[in-house]
C-alpha cells in the first residue's frame, strides 16, 4: 500500500514539474523551442533550381508519351537509351550506353479483336510481350474454355478439340468491382459471401489446372502444338479497368490479354452454349536477337575521382501501359537530379554516376552486370540511392543490414529541410533487400545501397505492370520532393571526409533456425533465350 501511494505521489510531483515548465515556456516564447533549422547554401541553392526550373514535366511527356513502353529487345527500349544519352549531353553530362547483353527483339504491332457471335463487338485487349503474330491476317475462330480434368490422361483425350480454336486459360472473375468498393457499399454479409465464393472458384480452377499436370506458363505451349489458334488470358490486378501485362508463353501463335469485362462475356457464352467466335489480326515482328543496354552518365569528381556516389533506376518497363510509375518516375527523377547537381555542384568530391539499368524486369539484370563487370566502381562506391515504386513521395529509408547507415544515412538525412523529412520512416540497421529492385544487386557485392521508397498511391494495383501505368497518373509534386531530397543526399554523400564503414549485421535465423546470411551476387541474364 505504502508503494502505491508514493509512486502515486511521485506522479503527481511530476506532472505539476511539467506544467510549471510548460506555463513558464509559454511565458517566454522561443525558450524551449526546437532551434531553427541552418540549411547549407547548397542545399538551398538544389531546393530552388529543383523546384522553380524543374524539367520533370518535360522529361516525362519525351520519355513516356514520345518514346512510349521499354519492353528489352525492342526499339522503343533502344530509343530510350539513346534519348537519354543525348539528354544528358545536352546538359553537359558525360553519357554513353554500356552493352550488358542480348535479349530476343520484338515490336508490337496492331491488336485488332473482335468478337463477331453471337454478335459483333469490338473486345478490349492486347498481344503480351514477345507473343507472336498472325502476320497481318485476321483469323477468326470459337473461342472455348478449359473444361474440369479429373487427370491428365482425361486433358491429353480432350487436347484435339482446341484445334482452330481460341483457348481461355484464366479463371474468370465473379466481380468486376474491386474490394475496396464493396467495402463502401455492400452489406458485411454480401462482401462475406462474395469472397468465398471467389475463393472456392479460385481452388476449383487451381485444382483443374493441377489436373492438367501443367501450370499457367507451360500449358499455353501445349495448347498450341495440338492446333490452337490463339491464347486468351486476363490477368485482373483487383482495380477498376486495370490488367497486368506480362509476357508471352506461346511460340507459334498469339497470346492475348483480355479486359475483365470482355473476357467475362466470351467466358459466359461459352459457359452458357453460345460458341462465341473472335476474329484477331497482329502484325508484331520477331528481329531476331539485340543488344541489350544500361546506360551510363557521370559527373566526374575532383578530390576523389575514382570513389563514387550512385543514383540508380531501371529504364526498362513492361509495356502494357507506357512504363510511367515503374519506372518512368524513377528514371526522369533520377535524371533531374544528374541536371540540378551539375548545375549547382559542377565539380563534386566524389563521382556522381547515373545507373539506368536494363531488363530489371526480367531480374535486376543490367544492374547485376554492372556488379559483376566493374569491381573497381563497386569497390569504392559511397553509396547508392534507388527510386523505383512509383510517384509517391519517398516515406520509408531502410538501412539495408549496414551496421553504421543511421550514423551517415542521419547525417545526410539532417542536411535537408525538415518539411522535407519530418514523415519519413526510417529503419537501422534494417535488412539486406534480396532482389525486389537494383539497390539490392549492389547490396549483395556489400555496398551502402538503399532503396528510397514512395507513398503508394495505389501503385500496386493501380500501375504496376498494368495497362494503366500512363503519364496521367504521375503526381510532380510528389517528384519534385525526391528530386530535392536524392540530390541532398548524394551531395552530403559526395563530400563526406572518407568512404563510409560498411560493416554488415549479424543477421537473425530463419524460419528453419539456421543462422541469417547475407544475399548472394548473382548471375545476371545476358540472353533472353530459356525465359
Request: hydrophobic fraction near 35%.
Amino acid at each position: 500500500m505504502k508503494k502505491t501511494m508514493s509512486i502515486t505521489k511521485l506522479k503527481y510531483l511530476f506532472s505539476v514539474h511539467f506544467v510549471f515548465i510548460g506555463l513558464v515556456a509559454m511565458a517566454q516564447p522561443g525558450r524551449f523551442q526546437e532551434q531553427a533549422q541552418v540549411i547549407d547554401p547548397v542545399v538551398k541553392q538544389i531546393i530552388d533550381e529543383a523546384n522553380n526550373n524543374s524539367q520533370l514535366e518535360n522529361l516525362a511527356f519525351e520519355l513516356l508519351d514520345v518514346v512510349g513502353p521499354r519492353l528489352v529487345g525492342t526499339p522503343q527500349m533502344t530509343k530510350a537509351n539513346e534519348w537519354a544519352v543525348q539528354t544528358f549531353q545536352k546538359w553537359g553530362i558525360a553519357a554513353e550506353n554500356q552493352q550488358f547483353g542480348e535479349w530476343r527483339g520484338w515490336e508490337r504491332g496492331i491488336s485488332h479483336i473482335d468478337m463477331t457471335h453471337p454478335r459483333l463487338k469490338t473486345i478490349a485487349g492486347t498481344q503480351l510481350a514477345w507473343s507472336p503474330s498472325t502476320k497481318g491476317k485476321s483469323i477468326e475462330g470459337e473461342v472455348i474454355a478449359l473444361p474440369d480434368f479429373k487427370d491428365s490422361l482425361e486433358f491429353r483425350n480432350w487436347l484435339p478439340n482446341v484445334k482452330g480454336k481460341y483457348v481461355m486459360i484464366s479463371m474468370p472473375q465473379p466481380t468486376g468491382r474491386p474490394d475496396h468498393n464493396w467495402e463502401e457499399f455492400a452489406t458485411p454479409e454480401s462482401f462475406e459471401k462474395m469472397k468465398k465464393e471467389r475463393e472456392a472458384l479460385s481452388t476449383a480452377w487451381n485444382s483443374k489446372l493441377r489436373a492438367t499436370g501443367l501450370n499457367q506458363n507451360s500449358i499455353p505451349s501445349v495448347l498450341e502444338e495440338a492446333g490452337a489458334v490463339g491464347i486468351l488470358t486476363s490477368n485482373w490486378s483487383r482495380e477498376f479497368g486495370a490488367n497486368k501485362i506480362f509476357g508471352s508463353r506461346s511460340y507459334k501463335v498469339p497470346s492475348l490479354d483480355i479486359s475483365l469485362e470482355d473476357y467475362g462475356i466470351l467466358y459466359r457464352l461459352t459457359d452458357k452454349g453460345h460458341k462465341p467466335k473472335i476474329e484477331v489480326e497482329t502484325s508484331s515482328k520477331d528481329l531476331g536477337n539485340v543488344p541489350s543496354f544500361n546506360t551510363i552518365a557521370t559527373i566526374k569528381g575532383t578530390k576523389f575521382p575514382d570513389e563514387y556516389v550512385i543514383l540508380s533506376a531501371h529504364l526498362d518497363s513492361w509495356e502494357g501501359g507506357s512504363g510511367a510509375t515503374d519506372n518512368g518516375t524513377g528514371t526522369i527523377a533520377m535524371m533531374e537530379v544528374a541536371r540540378v547537381l551539375k548545375k549547382i555542384l559542377p565539380n563534386p568530391k566524389r563521382t556522381i554516376l547515373v545507373g539506368l539499368w536494363g531488363s530489371e524486369e526480367q531480374g535486376l539484370n543490367g544492374s547485376r552486370a554492372f556488379v559483376l563487370d566493374n569491381p573497381e566502381v563497386v569497390e569504392k562506391t559511397q553509396a547508392v540511392f534507388n527510386l523505383d515504386n512509383g510517384t509517391g513521395r519517398v516515406a520509408q529509408i531502410n538501412g539495408s543490414g549496414f551496421v553504421h547507415a543511421y550514423d551517415f544515412v542521419g547525417r545526410w538525412l539532417n542536411a535537408a529541410p525538415r518539411e522535407l523529412t519530418k514523415d519519413i520512416e526510417t529503419t537501422f540497421p534494417g535488412s539486406p533487400g534480396g532482389g525486389g529492385s537494383d539497390h539490392a544487386s549492389f547490396v549483395a557485392a556489400g555496398v551502402p545501397a538503399f532503396m528510397l521508397s514512395s507513398l503508394s498511391w495505389g501503385y500496386f494495383s493501380n500501375t504496376w505492370h498494368t495497362n494503366l501505368d500512363t503519364y496521367d497518373k504521375l503526381v510532380f509534386d510528389d517528384l519534385k520532393a525526391n528530386v530535392v531530397l536524392t540530390a541532398i543526399l548524394a551531395y552530403k554523400a559526395s563530400e563526406e571526409p572518407g568512404l563510409v564503414n560498411r560493416e554488415q549485421r549479424v543477421l537473425p535465423a530463419g524460419r528453419d533456425g539456421n543462422p541469417g546470411t547475407w544475399p548472394a551476387i548473382r548471375q545476371p541474364r545476358r540472353t533472353g533465350v530459356g525465359y
